[in-house]
């Protein structure tokens, strides 16, 4: 597998009087599941759309291994991707609509029955696309996307319409791919199959980007040192906030304290006589980083009446 990345620098791109990119700018990089993450109307489709050249950029560039998409020859052995699992006629069967795939690319019919069997489809190889489940149609999604063998894949939400079985199938899949040395980027609302699977992480509101981190930076931005105590004593808050923590109830029986080390919250609880059951370090997710990161990049916010 080559060293190929994904490089989106400075797109833009408007639809009439909407600004779907502004300035979008990340890399995917080989060896990685980089996980492609906002709001609705943030920009991940159009962004997703530009780099398979679907829409034409305003600016900017969008380079898969420093060349533009219509410029690949077998565009399928560079860049496999899965947007839509219905884009496909559903009255083919699985193993046809992946050999019409491969016969445009110079592909082989042997080629399609060992991306069949990666995907977990050969005893529904020849039953026809339309009657499979959400589930199973974006395996054959994935199929598709790996019938070149790509050193690069981009799918968006592919863990939608998985069962619980489906999901571990998908998230191991993914961490293979990456192990392999591919470029993956994994747009999803699953933020905890992200945690899961992804390497890292770029979150997008507003047509660009808000945070480009690794995960395991992320959470520990997000945690910030926070320390988790959990104690049924009411004097508890005000003795930690006179001390100079700042404290908030985040469940019975359960404060989370910022500003003091959970050595000094021990402390002050032993000297006052509090009694408490557990003092650990915060442990944050990727849905709470991601919730605090576009808090003001939402389109669409419910109103308190």
């Known amino acids: ?27 995917v990089r080989p060896g990685q599941v980089t996980g492609f993450v906002g709001p609705n109307g943030a920009g991940k489709t159009t962004t997703m759309r530009v780099i398979l050249g679907l829409d034409a950029p305003d600016a900017g560039t969008a380079l898969i291994g420093g060349r533009r998409y219509r410029d690949l020859r077998r565009p399928l052995c560079h860049v496999g ?18 050999l019409w795939l491969a016969h445009s690319q110079g592909l082989t019919a042997r080629r399609v029955d060992e991306v069949l069997v990666g995907a977990g489809l050969t005893a529904v190889a020849r039953r026809r696309a339309g009657g499979f489940s959400l589930g199973m149609r974006q395996r054959l999604g994935i199929a598709a996307a790996l019938l070149g063998d790509p050193p690069a894949l981009m799918l968006d ?24 040395g591919r470029a993956v980027l ?7 199959e992200l945690q899961d699977t992804a ?12 945070a480009d981190a ?57 000297s006052n006589g509090l009694p408490f059951s557990e003092v650990s370090a915060h442990r944050a997710t990727l849905e709470e980083a991601y919730l605090e990161l576009t808090r003001d990049a939402v389109e669409f916010k419910a109103v308190d009446r």
């Not at 994994?186 to 905890?192: E, G, I, N, Q």
């Open 1 to 27: 597998m080559n060293e190929t990345i994904i490089a989106v620098d400075g797109l833009r791109k408007r639809f009439g009087r909407t600004v779907a990119l502004d300035g979008m700018s990340f890399t």
């Open 81 to 98: 991707s899965l947007l839509d699992a219905g884009a496909l006629q559903p009255s083919r069967t699985a193993r046809n609509h992946l």
């Open 157 to 180: 939400e592919p863990f939608n319409g998985m069962d619980p079985e489906g999901i571990i199938w998908m998230r191991n899949f993914l961490k293979t791919l990456a192990a392999q």
């Open 186 to 192: 994994v747009s999803s609302h699953l933020m905890s």
């Open 199 to 210: 390497d890292h992480v770029v979150v997008v509101g507003r047509g660009r980007v808000i």
């Open 214 to 270: 690794s995960v395991a930076r992320l959470l520990a931005s997000t945690a910030n040192g926070r320390v988790v105590l959990r104690t049924e004593s009411p004097a508890a808050s005000t003795i930690l906030t006179q001390s100079g923590g700042t404290v908030t109830a985040t469940g019975p029986g359960t404060l989370t304290i910022s500003g003091l080390t959970a050595e000094t919250v021990v402390a002050l609880m032993n």
